[in-house]
């Protein structure tokens, strides 16, 4: 595969918005750095790889690419000792994974 010329930057964090809202749980993945590869995002609480893939298609061009993507934790995810991070998948044998959230439901 054609080689990648720099190591993508993966942060996860709740969205503003979200966390005025308080009846819902949305994450926002925000990836910088990115080459021009196929690629695809997943969300993972504790470490496990939520079903839902988030599909991503760049434009070749020579300039690295800045990404965000969403997603909505479902209510049975909504519990005290959970932490996510988002994965990004590039190929086979390429992915990067975010720093943890630690835990968001203190409740």
Not at 17 to 39: F, M, N, W
Not at 49 to 54: N, T
């Amino acid at each position: 595969g054609p080689a990648v010329s720099s190591t993508p930057t993966v942060l996860i964090r709740r969205s503003l918005p979200d966390l005025l809202d308080g009846d819902s749980a949305v994450l926002e993945c925000a990836i910088t750095q990115l080459s021009s590869i196929d690629l695809y995002v997943t969300f993972q609480a504790n470490g496990v790889d939520f079903p839902e893939k988030q599909y991503v298609d760049l434009p070749a061009c020579k300039d690295p690419h800045s990404i965000t993507r969403h997603f909505f934790v479902p209510k049975s995810h909504w519990k005290t000792d959970n932490t996510f991070t988002c994965k990004v998948n590039q190929g086979y044998s390429n992915s990067w994974v975010s720093n943890s959230t630690g835990k968001l439901f203190g409740r």
